[in-house]
């Protein structure tokens, strides 16, 4: 290996910018054994403390992309878009959000991840939906695709295997919080599909990763000129997560709210959210598709474009036509489509607790964050990758920010297996409760494309 | 564990100070398995980035230290004091110094290294001598110390492990150049023998691995504070390493010197050296040494301490006595002492080649680097630990800094063994030759105590 492990490490611990080639052998010597797990990691320490450039962030990307297949389902499934959320409590919408864009003629291939810490994770989500396998191979994908147009599948062995492996070190070496490190993970999985357009929703505020808005516009843009680079059409939405999304937090409550949505009866604001999603996934989409479809149209101004996206969404929902896809995909990835009709068939928790107001008002804000503590008590979420997490239980939101209560009104029932024990208090204190209503929250902070 | 490794890595990756049981904690977890490679790999590149502060040094020598046998040698062989150089060009100044020492009635329980990058090794000088053991076992050790009152011998398994399986670690995870693991490093093997004092000769100059005089004080200022902390009286000297040490490079040339030495035949700078540091040595064991023998001076001055100190070595070596005890030493490590008096025994390469003045004049400077480069191409030394190396190659200084040369003169002969392909030129441009004399060189800068 030229040039060798030691010498790619010290560059980097020395504060130097590598070369692409040299990028390349560190994650090529990785994956063959030529640099071992202990040198990776102290690389990604050196990585995480000096930083990598875009350029070296770039190379790390298409060096990981390139450790396996890459399926480049634009060639025949076109056009293709994904969505892709950093992490957010109560953030559910990729569920709805695939087969509504699916449903509008744009196929959703989605790579999806797991909850980990205070946020939850599609899978295990979709997980709760009795039957549902997300570790379809890659041909079973293309498959679930054609029929349905979306489908949510986990990270496989045969797509950027060099990030599952770098995860797994980073995890347990404390290099996971390094942006450049974020943006090759993120993108070398969901850019080995080969898609025609990426959305990506960055969360920004108490429930998310990234708490401050320079932090969260910076994660954003490195992350949509990486992947403009590498010729995939990006563009971010920057997007409020200092409340909980919708009116549930936890597995199976999620997926209840996730058909609520798609029947056109969820809660406002996650319905909002996967409208302004869904506009943008259509805009790229629209933007790749052949001529006939929609080339005749691009004289047409980019708010014509949108107003008319939104429509056909609007359309799919009210329909019934973004069920069906719903329904179609979860059969097809062997899950039981009879929880839509019968949300009784999801898994259930023993008790449902009522958390109380102590006192009348307005509620000012919701947090997040807190209410990500509660779940994960309650057994909703992970800590570390290997616990295990239980279905039912979670948070039903009865009342949201700006809401009126009245003393002794449910601001929120804890979906819980044990009577006891139950982190009530911390539920309690997540609601604040003030004399006027707050302003109005921008779900939607900042718009970044490349 | 607890802290969990992920904890530790990351208190440290954020610039955080570990408690004592902290890092007791970390080594202890590396050597039972509870912490990996890929975890202590990189907690070693967050301690290089981020510093370590002297409580954190101090743990960490101490739990080094703890992770194997201390011999406590000062019960039962008091007085010993050890000597450790960080590493010169030509720096052979333990192999005679240490039997001096211990004719002085001081014992010498040294533990050293081998050849790395530019510097040379005792262990690797005294194995050309044929048969010298240097793996010992502790018992042996002892017994060797008890007859001859010197033993030089290699980290063994049974002191400090954890340096041995940290400095392998450091070795390939580019860690290596860090102040505070140096410091660890060198005190855990040295004070596990458990000495009465210490003394550090603390290399400074193009031909060490610190350059400025800064960086070299910092590192004896840390190493005198740390050992003197756990309990081990330590003085530091600061000694010149812009010129090569003596007139020899390379292993048996340097066996050959240091029996010159001992015979009161050694060239003038090592020979002076050794006496700075054996005074050093003599007056720490003679503070230790029981009222009998030497509390009844304590009323005289220090001054008068070191002279008699002076006087004493110059006896063992105008007596003969340090040579019988460096004979002793060899023989009880199974070493053919007979080279003593026929060096030719030693192994001696198949050529000499002569490097010539090219001008005449003063020779100003002599570059250790660019001779410790010659010795390595000449096969002296090591570039990577697994190197093997060639016992009869070297450099042969017949001028130094200050001599006067004509045209023509020999400058240095290169021992090699083959007659092409040889650094002559390299050799050559290492002496540079001037007008006028240069100023006195200051062999010792500084003296730092505790």
Redo the contacts between chains.
Sequence with gaps: MRPS??EL??KK?DGQEHGPGEIAALVTGFMNGAL???????????A???GLSERETLALTEAMLGSGKQLELRRTLSPCVDKHSTGGVGDKLSIPLAPLVAACGVRVPMVAGRSLGHTGGTLDKLESIPGYDVRLDVQSFRKVLRSAGASIIGATDALAPADRRIYA?R?????VESQSLIVASILSKKLAVGLNGLVLDVKCGRGAFMQTPKRARELAQNLVRVATALGTPTVALITNMDEPLGTSIGNALEIRESIAILRGDGPPDSTELILRLGEEMLLLGEAEAKPARGRARADAGRKGKRQRARARLEEALASGRALEVFARMVALHGGNAGVIEKPELLPQARHRLAVLAQQAGVISSVDARALAEVAIRLGAGRLRTQDSIDPAVGVELLKKRGDKVARGDVLCLLHTQSKTGSPLALAQQAFEIGAHPPGALRLVRERITG
Tied chains: 1, 2.
């Design positions: 492990p030691t490490i010290t611990r071992t797990d202990y040198q990776m990691s102290a690389w990604l320490m050196a995480l403390l000096r070190l995890d347990v070496s404390g290099t």
